[in-house]
């Protein structure tokens, strides 16, 4: 059976978590030299965010287990700014040209100043989460500062895997590894920790937060495996980034951990002499091969069977998190999002 989200309704719930995220975000800059060369390349970064999915499920859960926006928005806006940080510097580390429909922001003012600017969001969302302190006490804002320390911590293990695997040419993956890549790379910071500190923040520490972290899980995972599905064959004006974007970085997703377990000796020679060599040395022909053979092998369709598996564990499971949280529009948004993720084209 195929779920469907109620994708107009979703998206202006996640219009206006994103809007009163943003100009938290925007209050959070300062207002000192230098501009040019820092702040307002910030605040240009924030004004193209996108879905706004981080802040959304930290606020959404934080309402929906009985908090206010206002005690969850420092910890969303935090969340929120260690997400663009981590963004120009994947794009730097993964070579990635265009973002949101316009070049990065290396491509634009150069590393240097790219670097720095990712440096800056990481410290102002610092100061972000100190604002906790006078809202929620001491205590849970220690707390919530332990929970942002894991998520930075597990998703730069997890890019550390990524860029090894592409580094060394690493082939020897299974789905199993893939998933756990995604586990550190995507869903602590995307699903996990939004939602456990969420909770946190609307139980004033009473809940058991690890009880998010396999609903975190599935919905993170069904968040990647789509995205790395668009990246194939999405439409470049909607989908914002450089289609087949992922072959050219020599990412290792689902599709072709599939299909090296599916091709032929010499394929998988030829697969593995394409991602020997950098980006600049990869040809447009090479690319289009491993598209070419990914359609072959229907490593695309195994990907989207995954996915929707994927989709209804994160359905079953919902249940289970948010069980003691009563009906209300924040809990049917949470549940909405997980086929939204599945389905969506951007």
Known sequence: MTVHADT???????????DVTYRALLGQLPTREPRRYLYDLISSQLSHVGKGLRPALCIATCRAFGGSIE?????????????????????????????????TLYVEEGVP?????????????????????????????????????????????????????????????????????????????????????GALIGTAGTIDADRFNLFGFLLGAAFQIQDDVLNLVGDRNQYGKEILGDIWEGKRTLMLVHALRECSADEREKLGSVFS??????????????????????????????????????????????????????????????PFLGDREV
């Open 8 to 18: 107009p309704a979703v998206e202006r719930q996640l219009a206006q978590y994103r």
């Open 277 to 338: 060599v950098s980006r600049e040395q990869r040809t447009e022909q090479d690319v289009n091969w491993v598209f070419r053979l990914f359609e072959h092998y229907g490593s695309i369709d195994f990907a989207r069977s995954t996915l929707r598996q994927v989709v209804h564990a994160a359905l079953d499971e919902f249940d289970v998190a948010y069980r003691d949280a009563a009906r209300s529009a924040d809990r049917d948004f949470i549940r909405a999002l997980i």
């Open 113 to 197: 100043i790219a670097l720095n600017v990712g440096d800056a969001m990481n410290a102002i969302s610092i100061s972000s989460l100190t604002e906790n302190i006078p809202v929620l006490g001491a205590d849970l804002a220690y707390r919530i500062f332990h929970e942002a320390q894991h998520l930075v911590l597990q998703s730069v293990e997890g890019q550390a895997l990524e860029l090894g695997w592409t580094r060394d040419n690493v082939f020897d993956l299974t789905e199993d590894d893939y998933l756990r890549l995604v586990l550190k790379k995507t869903c602590w910071y995307t699903s996990i920790h939004p939602c456990r500190i």
């Open 71 to 103: 005690q969850a928005l420092p910890s969303a806006t935090a969340i929120e700014l260690l997400h663009n940080a981590f963004l120009v510097h994947d794009d730097i580390e993964d070579g990635s040209l265009y973002r949101r429909n316009r070049g």
